[in-house]
């Protein structure tokens, strides 16, 4: 069903429209709408951003960057607090909060860069171990560590370039560190420096850069700075971290708090725009479930006193279209919902078809499948999809569907006395309704009984519907549509002799006197309508069709697992065949059965055009 | 020859509405799966249309049965 809304205005002293909207996005029931401009209501506040929204936009934006770059916050010291967001104070508390946080993000970006220059050196050094190079301590030798890939040449061409540039005074030592990169290490006099490194950058060469600590130094110093390094620089990562850590847990929950105190403050910013307001009086009006009234009188009462009016009334006709729609349905029904979500919400007023989707799409889906062993493989799957909790909520709900769906494809297959074809003969099972594989006719009668029922039932809805709506004229045209489909369904059956004869020449007599209705009270278009009303019924042949497929299918896998050779493979073969078809017993008549409600059904009576509900809450 | 006449008009029957739903459901398919780049919420719509013109193929598989049992 659709829950019942009412319309609400609370209405007030302007000075009390802060609170106001605190206790409303409090309550989270109401969805705004802005007061009309008609002249009969309070003018709507002029929109626009209002001093402090930016601010708190900023605010909530900040906290939140902050916190996604805090780490996990594991417990430890007392939490802090911070100002709140109406405070000139909060501003330079979250600035010195970014500061902290940005340096001890650089100081841990920086160790983690060193720790990566430092292994790659070591790993050359340790390569090329024992070092030694001919270079004149007095010189100043600078130690530069390259990564080459193994090219003879391309090393001939380096030594050749260093020499060049350093004279006698170099050494260039290389090892291979794997299957496909050299080692080496380049020593050069300190004034020679820069014009190697220029060179190797000009050359594109991967040269391990060293962090500045490592200037100046001696080869041994290097080699004991490396070390020393190599030990120090994980515990250093792991004390930044620490603090890190220490930083989140204090500071987190207080950034939480104050992201999520900015974004309400902004919300009730961007409402006020919403709500109308005069020189002394503000006025909020919206719409929220009849149910939830109670709680939110009681709490304006008890907030406000008399000096907030709350006035409620059921929407009037004409604004159905504006108001907002829940759909409640009890817990056996309510997974059927989901098979709505491929249409637009129904409008306002009209009529929920959640419970007739519950009962008609398990019905053609069984009288599709209609097989015992695909019924209890289907039953099996949707209870282990349940049990296991496959798919969050929405699985919970397309399990239920489908053990629906399952267990009338069960019952249909009693009745058709089908078990994977007519392997159920073999079990004892007989037909008790018909025998699908034989009485094609029939089943096709059935397909077209059911389809007359269905369409019957949206005619009467759509009658319904338009009785609810005040359209008079649309309901005498519909029901006569409906009279003129039921007299030519009895003058039909008259005619095949299922009815005594002397039924035809009434009923055709009936017929012909709601056509009349019908084209009085709608026009022309009632005569077309008419025949796609006839053909709608016709479109149900498809429930009819599938049926005779699948069946079908599993006589031919019931056919080649007993006479193909050998008989592992017919076997084999009749499996997998069986397999098939089950798989597209559950896709065809999904859709299918989908469609004759949305196409056929809908169509007489279904009003499209509800919005979904969205209330004024703290978490929307 | 009756039998042979017989077969060939139900292979007629559903042959030819079946040609003409699988034209029909791929020019839908095309329009349906450019819709769908775009707007993503009409997938549900869009499953429903393309199975619109098998309305075609169903009642030719209706006409072909009735040939072939007399009916």
Known sequence: MI????????????????????????????????????????PRRAAGPEPGEACLAGVAERAEALLSRLPAARGGGPPATLPPTS?????????????????????????VEEGDATARFARIVTALAPLHHDVDPALLPE????????????LALLQAEVRRIAGRDCSVESRPLDGEHTGVLVVVPRACGRALSALLFERGVDEVKLPSAYAGKSLFEVLLHVASRTREIPEEIARADGRLEELASRWAPALADVAAAARAALARAEASSRCGETRFAFLVSGYMPAERLPALRDAAAARFGERVALLTGPPARAEYGEVPVVLRNGPALRPFQLLLALAPLPRYGSIDPTPWLALFYPLFFGLVLGDVVFGLLGAGVALAARARRWGGATGRDVAWIALACSLAALLFGLLFGEALGELGAHLGLEPVLLDRRRAFMTFLGLALAVGGVHLGIGFVLGVANALRGGHRREALARAAKLLMLLSAAAAALGALGLLPRAVLAPALAAGATFLAAALASEGPMAALHLVLGLGNVLSYARLMALGLASVMLAEVANLIAGTLRPAAVGLLVGVLLHAVNFTLGLISPAIAALRLHYVEFFEKFYEEGGAPWRPFALNP | MDKV???????LAIGISAVATAWVQ????????????????????IIVMLAIPETLVILGFVVAVLILTGG
Do not use: C, F, W, Y
């Open chain 1, 87 to 111: 405070d000139p104070g909060l501003l330079p508390r979250l600035a010195a909060l970014e500061g902290e946080l940005q340096a001890l993000e650089a100081r841990r970006a920086d160790l």
């Open chain 2, 5 to 11: 006449l017989i077969a060939v008009a139900a292979a």
């Open chain 1, 3 to 42: 829950l019942p809304m009412l319309r609400v205005q609370l209405l007030g002293p302007r000075a009390l429209l802060p609170e106001a909207l605190e206790l409303l996005q409090r309550d989270g029931a109401l969805e705004l709408r802005a007061p009309h401009e008609d002249g009969s209501r309070a």
């Open chain 1, 143 to 154: 130690v530069h560590g390259l990564v080459l890939r193994n090219d003879p040449a391309a």
């Open chain 2, 26 to 45: 791929s020019r839908i398919g095309s329009a349906g799966a450019g819709a769908l780049a775009e707007k993503p919420e009409v997938r549900g719509t």
